[in-house]
């Protein structure tokens, strides 16, 4: 889909969208559910379907697929934090979307779900990636959540932030292997431009890997 098409989708549907944002939001706040430094955890929904909104039209397929995309991104959290179950999610898709678009949307969340763990290689271990190869635009949309959650830890200096940014750096190789089921479909694709989006956030260790001949980010 050409970015003009994709952007005249989310005007056309953007009173549902706006709906699906609002419920979401609301959604995290009844569990009282918070980012970062105290921050409403709509904060963090938001930053994720920036990306998805930003780069969508790289991976959606069809006009159809456009709200599915902004669901998914909306309530990727909503099994694993916000205590909905897989028919939960279904049961507010299908008030928003139809009945195709509910189940890629809910689809989409159940992919993007931690397994139960113990720490977090248990909770996103191999079973936990496949799951996302496997899962139309759960890639993306997985991509888009990694990189609000580098955005904001780059964005900020307090000793969180400074952990979880290094964290991200040392997983990021594995994890653009780990999303990436190296597809010709565009619903699965690992784009690009949002990998350079996510390394510019990391940019001054990145660099420095390098110069040491460490260069992941150019493969994908």
């Excluded at 990436?180 to 990391?202: F, G, M, T, W």
Aim: with cysteine; glycine share 6%.
């Amino acid at each position: 889909m050409t970015r003009q098409d994709y952007e005249k989708c989310l005007q056309k549907y953007s009173e549902a969208i706006k709906t699906i944002r609002q419920q979401a939001h609301e959604l995290h706040q009844s569990v009282n559910q918070t980012y970062g430094e105290g921050l409403p955890y709509g904060y963090h929904l938001d930053m994720v379907v920036q990306g998805v909104t930003d780069y969508g039209h790289l991976v959606c397929a069809c006009e159809d697929d456009v709200l599915p995309l902004i669901f998914g991104g909306y309530y990727h959290d909503s099994i694993e934090d916000a205590r909905l179950t897989y028919n939960d999610v279904l049961r507010v898709a299908r008030n928003l979307l139809t009945e195709e678009q509910a189940l890629m949307a809910t689809e989409i969340v159940y992919a993007l779900t931690n397994d139960k763990g113990r720490n977090r290689a248990e909770r996103a271990g191999e079973k936990y990636y496949k799951g996302i190869r496997e899962t139309p635009y759960a890639p993306f949309v997985k991509l888009c959540d990694r990189l609000a959650n580098i955005t904001y830890s780059c964005a900020g200096d307090d000793p969180n932030n400074v952990r979880m940014r290094e964290v991200y750096k040392q997983e990021v190789p594995h994890f653009l292997a780990s999303i990436n089921p190296h597809s010709d479909d565009p619903r699965y694709l690992v784009p690009q431009p949002v990998v350079i989006k996510l390394a510019e956030c990391l940019i001054d260790d990145l660099e420095r890997e390098e110069q040491n001949g460490k260069v992941w980010w150019h493969e994908y």
